[in-house]
């Protein structure tokens, strides 16, 4: 069945860097195109960037346009996302996502926290 496997999260101070892994299995990676999205507390899930199955167009959040990247390795199954010069308000859980229909994917997700 399909899996995706987040990891990579942890504490960063601002002005940091991460970068978060999602390892994937089930499906024909290649085939698709894969997302990121965060979760902040008390907040909706909200979308951070796509890439296409592939590696380009990538599409960012204005949030984080300059400052994050995604990338993908089809020969490995993963997408990426490096996170620099993060913000506080960078905390968040982040998900990776595989779009479908009528069924959509998401991964566990792994915490990000920015805190000095």
């Known amino acids: 069945q399909v899996q995706l496997v987040e990891s990579g999260g942890g504490l960063v101070q601002p002005g940091g860097s991460l970068r978060l892994s999602c390892a994937a299995s089930?499906?024909?990676?290649?085939?698709?195109?894969m997302y990121w999205y965060h979760q902040a507390p008390g907040k909706e899930r909200e979308f951070v960037a796509t890439?296409?199955?592939?590696?380009?167009?990538?599409t960012y959040a204005d949030s984080v346009k300059g400052r994050f990247t995604i990338s993908r390795d089809n020969a490995k199954n993963a997408v990426y996302l490096q996170m620099n010069s993060l913000k506080p308000e960078d905390t968040a859980v982040y998900y990776c996502?595989?779009?479908?229909?009528?069924?959509?994917?998401w991964g566990q997700g792994t915490q990000v926290t920015v805190s000095s």
């Open positions: 996502n595989r779009p479908g229909a009528p069924v959509s994917y």
């Open positions: 089930g499906f024909t990676f290649s085939n698709y195109a």
């Open positions: 890439i296409h199955n592939i590696g380009f167009p990538t």
